[in-house]
């Protein structure tokens, strides 16, 4: 029923097209088609070297031919093509993908000659959004693909594939299916309660309730804070002193040159980010300008984003030079961020040599390094894993995890589930009951995309790259 419901209601007739391959040179490009008139096109820009033509090609097996613009009768480039019949398509529509050589130039060319027969170029995520609506996957399978294309580390691959394989949204259809019995019967009570004793056993609702429902959405909801650092990412802000070695560390755990290292202080003014992986840990750096008395209006407003930086981060790591601690500046520094995570990272250590100093994973501790010479930076990246794994908590990592949005709904459905208890516990009519149980089956059903509005449609496909 949900399929018929959702092609007929959006009726998708038109044809699209797009570049389906990342932006710039490459040894393949791809431009997709999907729709009613996509073989038609193709056929029109395609010959193929068997000599059979577009429409008599096999489904799923690839051809060798030519591009060729129809209106120059000239040969652009030779490829391959590949004809998708509906319904055995991503779309589940009739889908062409024609793989050239991966030069901009090429591509965008074929992409104009295929607009030009009746094609139109498609939206971000359409052909997605038109694989959901058609029926091919729900609505946590389609965010899925999503957060597996912008995928950064194992983990959230892993993630993102066992809800591409539509294991959450299971979890969620049988929460639905389950709330919905409920309903059926407290209806059924209402509606024959002047005719018949009632036969609703409230203990084994709230068995149902409490036990088995509310037990289920508690433990997606925890899943999604136990993985969220795998999604997210760990904020690290990087402050300290001016001319302490911020930038130097920076680019040391980029493994990049990307902040200007000088010997002058104040070098850096405004704040520098760059996402890393550490042992499967996601983490975004923010380097960002010392922190000092000054009367240069740039220099303070640099000081002010890193403050702000330190206040939004997860994590701060801050630099100290221990050839020149400054202790008392130090403090000051520190005294700012009392309520964050820091790990004191004692740095040019090999100027001055020390004792080691011991650190304990999330208190305020000290690790010697030389972000110049790398000396040290293996301790300071177990010492940010080991907080990112505190900061995980006790719970294990569990590859079925909500994004925010569906967290959000998740926790809603909790609240009205909830509501619903405490309303058969007071004895209320199950009039209100059933209010409740609706409201938890509309969150969830927003979840898998039953039930939906254009307008969260559009926020979630929009993300999206043009041809996925």
């Excluded at 969220?228 to 001016?242: D, F, M, N, Q, S």
């Excluded at 990307?258 to 980010?273: Q, W």
């Excluded at 984003?305 to 701060?316: G, N, P, W």
Aim: charged content about 30%; glycine content about 8%; aromatic content about 6%.
């Amino acid at each position: 029923m949900k399929e018929e419901y959702i092609y007929n209601r959006y009726a998708i007739k038109d044809t699209i097209a797009a570049v389906a391959t990342p932006v710039g040179k490459g040894g393949i490009g791809i431009v997709r088609l999907s729709g009613q008139k996509a073989i038609e096109i193709a056929a029109s820009v395609f010959v193929s070297g068997s000599g059979l033509e577009v429409g008599q090609f096999d489904s799923h097996r690839m051809y060798y031919g030519h591009l060729v613009d129809p209106e120059k009768a000239r040969v652009l480039d030779e490829g391959l093509l590949v004809v998708m019949r509906a319904p055995r398509s991503y779309t589940r529509e009739d889908v062409v993908e024609i793989q050239l050589h991966g030069g901009p130039a090429v591509l965008n060319k074929a992409l104009e000659m295929v607009t030009r027969r009746g094609a139109r170029l498609a939206f971000a995520g359409e052909f997605t959004k038109r694989a959901f609506l058609n029926g091919r996957i729900d609505l946590t399978q389609a965010e899925a693909v999503a957060g597996l294309i912008n995928a950064r580390s194992a983990r959230e691959l892993e993630i993102q594939n066992r809800k591409l394989e539509g294991e959450l949204g299971r979890q969620i259809d049988w929460l639905i299916e389950n709330i919905q019995k409920i309903m059926v019967d407290l209806e059924a009570d209402i509606e024959f309660n002047d005719q018949m004793e009632s036969v609703v056993n409230e203990e084994e609702i709230l068995d149902k309730i409490e036990g088995q429902i509310l037990k289920r959405i508690k433990s997606l909801v925890t899943s999604y804070h136990n993985t969220r650092i795998y999604l997210e990412g760990i904020k690290v802000a990087i402050t300290g002193l001016p001319n302490v070695g911020k930038s130097t560390l920076f680019n040391r755990l980029a493994q990049k040159e990307k902040a200007i290292v000088t010997e002058v202080p104040g070098t850096t003014r405004d704040l520098i980010e760059e996402f890393v992986v550490i042992e499967q840990v996601p983490f975004y750096l923010t380097d960002t300008a010392g922190i000092q008395e000054t009367s240069d209006p740039v220099e303070k407003i640099g000081i002010e984003r890193a403050e702000k930086a330190a206040r939004e981060a997860d994590l701060i790591l801050m630099v100290i030079d221990r050839s020149n601690p400054q202790p008392a500046a130090a403090e000051k520094m520190k005294s700012r961020y009392k309520r964050k995570k820091i790990i004191t990272v004692l740095n040019k250590s090999d100027l001055k040599k020390d004792n080691e100093v011991k650190q304990r994973p999330g208190d305020e501790s000290a690790v010697a390094v030389s972000a110049k010479y790398g000396q040290g930076m293996e301790r300071l990246k177990r010492a940010m894993v080991e907080f990112a794994l505190g900061f995980l908590g006790s719970g294990e990592f569990d590859g079925l995890a909500p994004n925010l949005r569906q967290k959000t709904r998740l926790e809603n459905a909790m609240n009205h589930m909830r509501d619903a208890a405490e309303n058969i516990k007071a004895g209320a009519g199950y009039e209100l009951v059933v209010i409740d149980l609706g409201n938890a089956v509309a969150e969830l059903k927003t979840i898998v995309g039953k039930e939906d509005t254009d307008v969260i449609l559009d926020d979630i496909f929009e993300k999206f790259c043009i041809g996925k």
